[in-house]
């Protein structure tokens, strides 16, 4: 017949001798305990810890003692449940047997697994900030590529604001008085200015006056009076 009780105080004092700084006694009926367990430092001295309680039950080791995680210091949610999970299977596997250093063994080396995943996570996360970089450096030194449509679109809103300041500019010289018209410009804005001229000549009728002093000294020409076929309108022409 198994001594259950005898199983369960040798495998105590070998559990206090094994962990002396990390094992605690919480109570003798049952008998509850806890141990640290610790991972090995990692990069940069990381670590990750979890407390582990443990109670016997009357008939321990034929059946699994109770356990859980009472504290934890740098593990996600989902690292608990990973080591409660291994806790279940490596308590199955060792029934009949006592089981604490086995047990925690296994967790201490689960913890270990876990340094080496943060270690990765970083290198990971260190190369993926590396390659944006890059990308962000080579995006920034090749520029926009241009193809049709983007032209096409820069091109008519490039041309959309040079009207626009053409229209504001001009504008301005107006209020301020400064524009000058052509000649072009003045009689397309004044189509009065066509009509003008004809008008002016509408209103003047057939009451055209002649400076008579301009012919005043006419006398002083030596002129062919007697000449019955002088004219002096052809003063002025071109013949010998």
Known sequence: MTDYAEEQRNELEAIESIYPDSFTVLSENPTAFTIKVTSDA?????????????????????EPPLYEVVSQENLEENDVEDILT????????NLGMVM??????????????????????????????????????????QGTVVTIENFLSWKANFEQEMAELKRKKQKEEEQSGKAKLTGKQLFERDHDLDTSDI??????????????SLFQDMDDLDLEEDDPD?????????ED
């Open 230 to 238: 002088f004219d002096p309108l052809d003063l002025g022409s071109d």
């Open 42 to 62: 990692g990069e940069n001295d990381d670590t990750v810890e979890t407390i582990l309680k443990f109670t016997y039950v009357e008939k321990y080791p034929d």
């Open 100 to 141: 604490v250093f086995t047990l925690v063994s296994a967790v201490q080396e689960r913890l270990n697994e876990i340094v080496d995943q943060i270690k990765s996570r970083r290198e990971e996360e260190k190369r993926r900030k590396e390659k944006e970089a890059e990308e962000a450096e080579k995006v920034a030194f």
């Open 199 to 212: 008008q002016f000549l509408e209103d003047a009728g057939n009451n055209v006056e002649v400076d008579e």
């Open 86 to 93: 291994l806790l279940q299977q490596q308590a199955t596997e």
